[in-house]
């Protein structure tokens, strides 16, 4: 019998990666669905569309005729609630998108959710949310954030995640809606949206244009690939228990300059490598004003779900980059595509 699993923003970076590493079990049926904004890419499940098993539907979370019909065909036993509006600086120029998507979008489906579940006393609701939603902590502090850290959210776009996963909560208290929560560092590696600081710095400086970086570039962030992040849901949806929070990181906190430089180190040898060419990159990197709200360090504290679940992070920091500066030089069709189309290599909100 299959596990018929429904994704919501499938087509994100997150969403893509954990849909592929959920057809590598053929008995999972998954069901994808997205409203395609502009960081929603089919071309990122290219390999996913010729599996028999997988399915795509496009549809806004906020349309409840749809979602209920979404519900009464496919039945799902699970979901997984990525979609979402997910960089801090659009929050900052744009907010109101991430209060209808992320908040109400969300309660959309909580809502439909708790009726199906009447049905299918199976089902369970996985809210993936942030770290951002318990704000910064002081540069020199040795606390890391855990489960029962309190929310203190300070950008629009951690504000609107800490709201959802109150409501997740709250379904699951005062309607009895079996939900997991899992809270997550920052994710790198294959099919990120250039908006976001990895890919923005690899294609700037292949395009040769300035890498701007906000402030000193000495904020801290902590950093997990992907995969692991999408090994650590599908732990969390195998064993995880109903009503409970599983932070997710791979305790690796950089400065944002180092990464930077670490990157820019990476695409050097990648490219003396490859056309034995010898190039340097760090004059391209431009301190500019600080954004509004910017927290400046983030530190997750795994123990729950390694002592819990028996997950651990398998990619080193420094392959794992490598691999993802890599991935972009080879794969310039999937980038080359956006910057025609969407996304011209800018930074945006900052306040002037």
Known sequence: MYKKILVTGGAGFIGNSLIKALLRNKKNKVLNIDKLTYAGNLDSLKSAEKNLNYLFKKIDINNKKKIKNVFKQFKP?????LAAESHVDKSI????????????GTCNLLNISKNYYKKN??????????DE??????????????????????????????CSDHLVRSWYKTYNLPIIISNCSNNYGYYQYPEKLIPHVILNAIKNKAIPVYGDGKQIRDW??????????????QNGKPGESYNVGASCQRTNIQLIKLILNCLKKIIKQTSKRNVCFNHLIKFVKDRPGHDFKYAINSSKIKRELRWEPA????????????????????????????YKLRRIGIIK
């Open 93 to 104: 120029e744009n907010p109101e998108d991430f209060i209808r998507t992320n908040i109400l």
């Open 133 to 162: 939603v318990y704000g910064g902590l002081s540069k020199n502090s040795k606390e890391t954030f855990d489960e029962q850290t309190l929310y203190k959210p300070n950008s629009p776009y951690a504000a609107s995640k800490a």
């Open 224 to 237: 997990i690939h992907v995969d692991d992040h999408c090994n650590a849901l599908i732990k969390i949806m």
């Open 315 to 342: 990619i080193p920091f420094e392959i794992g980059i490598y691999n993802t500066v890599k991935w972009y030089v080879i794969n310039r069709n999937w980038w080359e595509k956006i910057l025609k189309k969407k």
């Open 121 to 130: 006393k199976k089902f369970i609701f996985h809210h993936i949310s942030t």
């Open 77 to 81: 036993d699970y979901i997984f609630n």
